[in-house]
């Protein structure tokens, strides 16, 4: 089993940035592929990044592309999302979730999840 904890949230201002954070327990991060999603008030959650085990393939929203960046650190058990040029509709509660499957954006591939961490940018 894995828990997830993320961090990184916050305020933050249009056309700002934040990271975050996703630590993992145990000793077997490295077998899963790692996802974020996102889920504004009122809307269903949706898929923002993944990436694979090895960290050499990523998945991203179209709408996140080229202001979005998904890493991992396997030897920190930690998964990171850099989030830069911040619009007022990325204000969502992020979660990162753990997949024994193949990188995907679909959230039912996804057996752990974290309990989210808010992000909010104002206009």
């Known amino acids: 089993q894995v828990q997830l904890v993320e961090s990184g949230g916050g305020l933050v201002q249009a056309g700002g940035s934040l990271r975050l954070s996703c630590a993992a327990s145990?000793?077997?991060?490295?077998?899963?592929?790692m996802g974020w999603f996102r889920q504004a008030p009122g809307k269903e959650r949706e898929f923002v990044a993944a990436?694979?085990?090895?960290?050499?393939?990523?998945k991203y929203a179209d709408s996140e592309k080229g202001r979005f960046t998904i890493s991992r650190d396997n030897a920190k058990n930690t998964v990171y999302l850099q989030m830069n040029s911040l619009k007022p509709e990325d204000t969502a509660v992020y979660y990162c979730?753990?997949?024994?499957?193949?990188?995907?954006?679909?959230?039912?591939?996804?057996?752990?999840w974290g309990q989210g961490t808010q992000v909010t940018v104002s206009s």
């Open positions: 979730a753990a997949s024994k499957y193949q990188v995907s954006d679909t959230e039912y591939d996804y057996d752990y």
């Open positions: 145990g000793r077997t991060f490295r077998n899963y592929v």
């Open positions: 990436i694979s085990r090895s960290g050499t393939i990523t």
